[in-house]
């Protein structure tokens, strides 16, 4: 079973931050790092996930996360095309891939994906996107074509849009800076977690 909320963050000491909040899910997106510091990072964020009993999910680097046995990896476009995702299958590790636009999502849907996440919903200061916001029609669009896989929405979602987000089709829905950038991001992740928890669990296969 999934919650239907997951932050996103880029270190394991924000994860050490937010686990106390009751998290059950959260992403772990790291940029721009040495690749010792980089296992480090992961493997920290392993231990603590393992302890409080939450799933963790590597962003982009697949082969540490196979190494070091976590649950799920996430790929954005350029690493699934690089990725062997036979191995990771039979690592027995969860697959979630981003999508933009409909061929990205074929080329998703190939590989089977465990959820195929859909963004930027709205504008969003996190990065610069190369594609524009993609609206709350897009994700009843995708959730149709995708049916029962898990539609991950992602992008410039804010607490108090999460209710239209879920409302358009999302079955989980990711933050980033309304959680890392608030004044309390303690405080906001325990919000999240509370009305994220007013939906049923997600089962996967």
């Known amino acids: 079973m999934l919650d239907r909320f997951y932050p996103i963050v880029d270190s394991a000491d924000w994860i050490a931050r937010l686990l106390p909040c009751g998290l059950r899910f959260v992403q ?13 990072e992961i493997a920290t964020a392993k231990a603590l996930c393992e302890k409080a009993a939450v799933r963790l999910v590597v962003n982009d680097y697949w082969q540490e996360a196979m190494d070091l046995a976590c ?4 790929l954005g476009q350029a690493d699934l095309a690089a990725a062997d995702v036979a191995a990771i299958r039979r690592a027995g590790i969860r697959l979630g891939v981003s999508t933009h636009d409909e061929a990205e999502l074929a080329r998703a849907l190939e590989v089977s994906p ?5 963004g930027p919903i709205y504008p ?3 990065k610069k996107m190369a594609f524009a916001p993609q609206g709350l029609a897009r994700i009843g669009e995708w959730k149709r074509k995708i049916g029962r896989i898990p539609l991950v929405a992602i992008g410039g979602i804010t607490l108090e849009r999460a209710q239209d987000v879920f409302g358009a089709g999302a079955d989980i829905v990711s933050a980033v ?3 890392t950038l608030a004044a309390d991001p303690q405080a906001r992740a325990r919000a ?12 996967m296969a």
């Open 28 to 40: 772990l997106r790291i940029k721009d790092r040495p690749a010792h510091a980089v296992r480090v």
């Open 71 to 74: 649950d799920f990896v996430h």
């Open 114 to 118: 465990d959820y195929v996440a859909l």
């Open 124 to 126: 969003t200061i996190l």
């Open 177 to 179: 800076t309304d959680i």
């Open 192 to 203: 999240w977690v509370e009305a994220s928890r007013r939906l049923p669990a997600l089962a």
